[in-house]
T-cell receptor, first 115, second 114 residues
Framework: DAGVIQSPRHEVTEMGQEVTLRCKPISGHNSLFWYRQTMMRGLELLIYFNNNVPIDDSGMPEDRFSAKMPNASFSTLKIQPSEPRDSAVYFCASSRQGASGETQYFGPGTRLLVL | QQQVKQSPQSLIVQKGGISIINCAYE??????FPWYQQFPGKGPALLIAIRPDVSEKKEGRFTISFNKSAKQFSLHIMDSQPGDSATYFCAATLNAGNNRKLIWGLGTSLAVNP
């Protein structure tokens, strides 16, 4: 079974440009999480969907960030306009909420560099 | 109250030694405590987890010790190997109705010298 799929794996863009990160969760999982990881701040939860509905977006840094989950097999995280401080590794994770333990399975991440 | 405090930030252990990473929390609404392991260039992956009704859980060389009254839990890696070199995160699941997000520690970078 394929794991969480993220694209692109690497993204280099210039300040002010729009960036779209994509995620395909594991089939059958009903929870999806977007994280940002930096050396300074560690692993931060940005937003969390359950059954395609946003449950907690308290970690979304500001209005420049938006996330959607139009169906159970696809989610996007968009940054518009991007800034150098957005440079980080962005992870998508999925889980089957309600299952014992609720293990989150992480994708390989998207390494974003904003120049 | 939603924080999980992890220490040390980094750890160097000789091959065959014991690695110990500690975490502490305040919120009694946490009801599930996983440890994740992350290798460079990869996403975190679940290593071992425990529920608060159990004081210890062991899987191979990895053991979680849980002290509910002290609100502390720790990861012990016995006979540490160079392949264990990674970043380790403790976490706790906050049970808030429909919102069951993980609250993460800041991570411990473990280096096991050969």
């Amino acid at each position: 079974d394929a794991g969480v799929i993220q694209s692109p794996r690497h993204e280099v863009t210039e300040m002010g440009q729009e960036v779209t990160l994509r995620c395909k969760p594991i089939s059958g999982h009903n929870s999806l999480f977007w994280y940002r990881q930096t050396m300074m701040r560690g692993l931060e939860l940005l937003i969390y969907f359950n059954n395609n509905v946003p449950i907690d977006d308290s970690g979304m840094p500001e209005d420049r960030f938006s996330a959607k989950m139009p169906n159970a097999s696809f989610s996007t995280l968009k940054i518009q306009p991007s800034e150098p401080r957005d440079s980080a590794v962005y992870f998508c994770a999925s889980s089957r909420q309600g299952a014992s333990g609720e293990t989150q399975y992480f994708g390989p991440g998207t390494r974003l560099l904003v120049l | 109250q939603q924080q999980v405090k992890q220490s040390p930030q980094s750890l160097i252990v000789q091959k065959g030694g014991i690695s110990i990473i500690n975490c502490a929390y305040e919120n009694t609404a946490f009801d599930y405590f996983p440890w994740y392991q992350q290798f460079p260039g990869k996403g975190p992956a679940l290593l071992i987890a425990i529920r608060p009704d159990v004081s210890e859980k062991k899987e191979g060389r990895f053991t979680i010790s849980f002290n509910k009254s002290a609100k502390q839990f720790s990861l012990h890696i016995m006979d540490s190997q160079p392949g264990d070199s990674a970043t380790y995160f403790c976490a706790a699941t906050l049970n808030a109705g429909n919102n069951r997000k993980l609250i993460w520690g800041l991570g411990t970078s473990l280096a096991v010298n050969p």
